[in-house]
């Protein structure tokens, strides 16, 4: 039987399309919409999730590939929204109508699972396959280097 | 009705009462059908025990304060900025708010959440809704007490006493319930506010970063279909024929159904719907359809000719719509002349969240979720479109994922009604990208000729402005041809600079697309041809920009009526935009130290009756790719009710109007728009976003726009940097 886990929990993918991409069997199959679509070309990282702890674009991956990984969605980041990157979003006021903000977010701790201290061209480099039409790079940039530095101060992972 | 059919009549100014029957609501409305209406309880008792002095607050006797934003949230801080509003004259406690999302509903007034508006029309309706309130529940707990309401006072949800005692809201609704409505309350001064013009997280942040908040394309309803359309490829096209056989085979496919195209002011193509029980089968089923099509009759616009056509069209007399002095004369005086035309292309939405909507046909009625910024709209187009009552069409507002005037159009809430009612069943259709881009309402591309002269003390001598844009008119009326006075009210005739002898002059041209209204609409075009031309005659009258024009501002100025309204309050003002550049030349350090390679530029916009002043830092590279370092931005938008929000529509603003500058280009091809997604129709990403920074001038001024005004000035203060920097001046966009 072939499944992928989605935030520790196993879904069965036999019935569906091995096609099918992972964002719409996340979405609509999972019910779990906070991971979304914004282009169906992983060309705006809107659909970021983490397969196997690796930030990738759901749009673009077929069931039949996703087939036994541990998949992390927004939902999964935290338990109760306390990733530090959730909390410097909120406090520096990040998203403006907030629909990119799930891949931006789930593509950020991507970065900082690999980066404990990035500079702000290796944050441009990691960022920039992921769009926001409402113009809140300046945020998102602050918001990545706060959560990185409380990251570091209390060693929280 | 939609703000732009609204200024078609907007000097119908009309006071009307309307009584609604079957419920307790009397409905008064002000001056013009733009401002919200002051809302009235009925005389006779209200049946719950609920307090409802208006349809913007509702207080039960236990649990939450239902404060109501009837304004579409797309970022821009609407269902805050509303709630504070009611929440500052309400005196209650913000922990205390359950925020409700009103649906389409005339009692609220104006929904239509475009122009730059949500704050500037409710400012005052929202403060006064709110202190009627509190109003009555001082007065309920006085009557209680056996005291003078004026021995009370409200604060953080309750009402004391002057001895101590205390009553909650929830405790007084009943009774505040049953007391008159007060016609006239006073309101807090600007020194007392305690919500009004500090910063305010948005409320939905927290949902937003942990994956919860729901927006239109996340809506699902019980045993709903969902569809994916193949529409015409150019606008009026027919269906020839559909093959649908390996589409039916596709597993989860259910139907294939056409639909009609439905025309103004609705605009929807015809297309071909595959209806599954799955959004992926819908995809996957209509890329195996087979659909041929008949385009529509006539010429159909290519790209590759806009030059000869637009210029063409610029040749034309053109209809005056400002006409002051002599232009011969100005010609005479004038010792510096210049002519420049400045072209500008189509441009489309591309807001994060692709359009969708579901809706519900039943018998006699309909029900619709949508991320609408135009909610009554939609509902009288359904309600038309149907022949039921609009009291019988209910639209659910749910959170937008970016707008930009694209949410406004009704078209793909319509296709959805019209789905629903061939299958007789509820259905979402989903937009992919590729349709976003390919079926939009464009931003008119635009051609302008503008030629103006210095007199011997560097005066402007003369100034004649000809634009060639299609008019946004066409999507109300199908013959219209010629731009409206608004539009070019939009930049163009509004143009705030002493000049005796003047012209603006609008040329016709037609379109083979749809065109609509993008932030900030036809300031876009109109502010890169004055600014690039005041930079033009300040390099002729040898003298720095700002001074240039500030020199020209300080002089009475031809009064000059904007766009949207006749109100003296918002007539353009020159000392305000006089200050915003004053503040911009030093905020920015203008001119004093650039690094060398970069060059600094400056533009200038009043627009949605604020004023921007912007300085833009950019350099150009050996390849002739634009780096864009710095934005400094100063901003007169009144009173300011949520500081942190308005300095974020200014950041964005300025990523919106870089997109613009730098990236930004429909073409078409037969009609057909050529670009399909982002890799074809690229936008700023963050490697490419520079650091901007914002001033708000805090003022005491009555609140105006800011959604919109931050676009207009980035675009030419962006091609004055390229100049200074030792490139060329760019008279056209966009520039990669």
Same mark, same amino acid.
């Given at each position: 039987?072939?499944?992928?886990r ?6 069965s993918?036999?019935k569906?399309?091995?096609?099918m991409?992972?964002?719409?069997f ?13 282009c ?5 990282g809107?659909c970021?999730?983490?397969?196997? #702890? !690796?930030?990738?674009?759901s749009?673009? /991956?077929?069931?039949s590939? $996703?087939?036994? &990984? @541990? ?18 979003w ?12 799930? #891949? !931006?977010?789930m593509?950020?701790?991507? /970065?900082?699972?690999?980066? $404990?201290?990035? &500079? @702000? ?5 990691a ?9 809140t790079?300046q ?10 530095e ?5 060693g929280?992972? | 009705?939609?703000?732009v059919?609204?200024k ?17 609501l ?12 002051v809302l ?10 609920s307090?409802k002095p208006?349809?913007?607050?509702e ?10 934003c ?16 009611l ?24 929904q239509?959440?475009d ?13 006064k809704a ?10 309920a707990?006085?009557?209680?007490w ?33 007391l008159?409505v ?18 305010k ?8 970063t942990?994956?919860?908040a729901?927006y239109?394309?996340d ?9 994916s ?8 096209g ?28 609705v ?9 599954a ?14 659909v ?14 806009y030059?000869?056509e ?14 002051e002095?002599?232009?011969?004369d100005g010609k ?5 002349n ?16 692709p359009?969708a909507c579901?809706?519900?046909?039943q ?18 187009a359904?309600?038309?479109f ?8 209910q ?15 009704p ?23 590729e349709?976003e881009?390919k ?9 302008q ?19 060639a ?6 999507v109300?009326?199908p ?9 070019l ?6 143009m705030?600079?002493d ?7 609008a ?17 876009v ?12 005659l300040s390099?002729?009258?040898k003298?720095?920009p700002i ?33 915003v550049?004053?503040?911009v030349r030093?905020?920015a ?12 530029g400056?533009?200038?916009h ?22 864009v370092?710095?934005?400094h ?38 009609g ?6 982002f ?7 963050m490697e ?8 708000l ?12 005004p ?22 056209q966009?966009p520039?990669?």
């Amino acid at each position: 039987m072939a499944e992928v886990r989605i935030n520790s929990k196993a879904y069965s993918v036999d019935k569906e399309d091995p096609e099918m991409p992972l964002l719409w069997f996340i979405r609509e199959v999972v019910g779990l919409t906070g991971t979304k679509f914004g282009c169906g070309k992983g060309l705006c990282g809107a659909c970021t999730v983490h397969l196997n #702890g !690796q930030p990738i674009r759901s749009c673009s /991956l077929p069931l039949s590939a $996703a087939a036994g &990984s @541990e998949i992390t969605t927004i939902e999964g980041l935290s338990a109760d929204g306390s990733h530090p990157l959730q909390v410097a979003w909120q406090t520096l006021n990040v998203p403006q109508c907030g629909y990119c903000q799930p #891949g !931006q977010l789930m593509n950020a701790a991507g /970065l900082l699972a690999q980066n $404990a201290n990035p &500079s @702000e061209g290796d944050i441009d480099s990691a960022m920039s396959g992921n769009i926001c039409r409402c113009g809140t790079y300046q945020r998102i940039k602050k918001g990545i280097l706060m959560a990185s530095e409380n990251m570091r101060r209390t060693g929280k992972k | 009705m939609s703000r732009v059919a609204n200024k078609i009549n907007r000097r119908n100014f009309l006071q009307q009462s309307i009584v609604f029957s079957g419920s307790s609501l009397v409905l008064c409305y002000a001056n013009d059908l733009l401002f919200p209406p002051v809302l009235h309880a009925a005389e006779t008792k209200q049946k719950s025990s609920s307090f409802k002095p208006n349809v913007f607050i509702e207080i039960p006797s236990s649990g939450k304060i239902n404060l109501i934003c009837h304004r579409s949230e797309m970022g821009q801080g609407a269902r805050t900025s509303m709630v504070m509003l009611l929440a500052e004259e309400l005196e209650v406690d913000w922990q205390d708010i359950n925020i409700v999302q009103g649906g389409a509903d005339a009692s609220y007034g104006d929904q239509n959440t475009d122009g730059s508006t949500s704050v500037r029309l409710n400012y005052m309706a929202l403060r006064k809704a709110g202190a009627s309130a509190r109003s009555m529940l001082v007065q309920a707990a006085a009557n209680r007490w056996n005291v003078k309401p004026a021995d009370c006072y409200a604060k953080a949800s309750k009402v004391f006493s002057k001895t101590g005692a205390a009553l909650t809201y929830n405790e007084l609704a009943a009774e505040a319930a049953k007391l008159p409505v007060p016609t006239n309350v006073a309101l807090k001064e600007k020194s007392e506010f305690q919500v009004i013009g500090k910063d305010k997280e948005l409320v939905d942040a927290k949902a937003i970063t942990a994956g919860k908040a729901m927006y239109g394309i996340d809506t699902k309803i019980p045993k709903m279909l969902v569809a994916s359309l193949e529409r015409s490829p150019s606008v009026g096209g027919k269906i020839k024929s559909v093959n649908s056989k390996a589409t039916l085979q596709v597993k989860g496919v259910q139907k294939v159904v056409t639909l009609d195209a439905i025309p103004q002011p609705v605009n929807t193509n015809a297309s071909v719907a595959v209806v599954a029980n799955n959004y992926w089968a819908a995809l996957k089923g209509r890329e195996k359809l087979i659909v041929e099509w008949t385009p529509p009759k006539g010429a159909q616009e290519s790209s590759s000719n806009y030059e000869k056509e637009l210029t063409s069209a610029l040749d034309q007399p053109g209809h005056a719509m400002r006409k002051e002095g002599n232009f011969q004369d100005g010609k005479k005086a004038a010792k510096v002349n210049v002519q420049k035309q400045y072209y500008t292309p189509y441009l489309v939405h591309a807001m994060m969240e692709p359009l969708a909507c579901i809706a519900y046909v039943q018998r006699g009625r309909c029900e619709v979720w949508a991320p609408t910024q135009d909610p009554q709209r939609a509902q009288k187009a359904v309600a038309d479109f149907l022949k039921i009552p609009a009291a019988k069409v209910q639209i659910h507002i749910t959170l937008l994922g970016g707008g930009f005037g694209r949410k406004s159009q009704p078209d793909f809430i319509l296709e959805a009604v019209a789905l629903s009612q061939k299958l007789k069943a509820p259905v979402k259709i989903i937009w992919r990208r590729e349709d976003e881009v390919k079926h939009g309402f464009y931003h008119a591309q635009a051609m302008q000729r503008i030629e103006a002269g210095l007199d011997a003390n560097n005066n402007i001598a003369y100034w004649r402005h000809k634009t060639a844009f299609p008019t946004i008119q066409k999507v109300f009326n199908p013959k219209a041809l010629t731009a409206a006075d608004w539009e070019l009210g939009m930049g163009c005739t509004d143009m705030p600079y002493d000049v005796k002898n003047i012209e603006c002059l609008a040329c016709d041209t037609p379109s083979s697309v749809r065109i609509g209204w993008l932030r900030s609409v036809c300031h876009v075009f109109h502010a890169f041809a004055v600014n690039s031309m005041m930079d033009e005659l300040s390099a002729g009258a040898k003298m720095d920009p700002i001074e240039f024009r500030l020199k020209l501002l300080k002089r009475p100025t031809t009064e000059v009526k904007p766009d949207f309204a006749d109100k003296p309050e918002f007539r353009f003002n020159s000392k305000r935009m006089a200050r915003v550049m004053e503040e911009v030349r030093q905020f920015a350090k203008w001119q004093k130290g650039v690094a060398k390679g970069r060059g600094q530029g400056f533009a200038n916009h009043y627009s949605f009756f604020s004023y921007v002043a912007m300085v833009v830092e950019a350099s150009m590279a050996k390849d002739n790719k634009v780096v864009v370092h710095a934005v400094h931005c100063v901003a007169d938008c009144g009173v300011v009710v949520n500081p942190d929000t308005v300095k974020a529509q200014l950041e964005g603003a300025v990523i919106f109007g870089l997109s613009l500058a730098l990236h930004g280009k429909i073409t078409l091809q037969n009609g057909v728009v050529v670009q399909s997604n982002f890799d074809d129709y690229p936008v700023v990403r963050m490697e490419e976003a520079p650091k901007i920074h914002i001033k708000l001038i805090d003022s005491d001024e009555i609140p105006t726009g800011i959604g919109e005004p931050g676009v207009p000035p980035v675009a030419p203060a962006l091609c004055a940097a390229i100049q200074a920097a030792g490139g060329k001046r760019f008279t056209q966009l966009p520039l990669v």
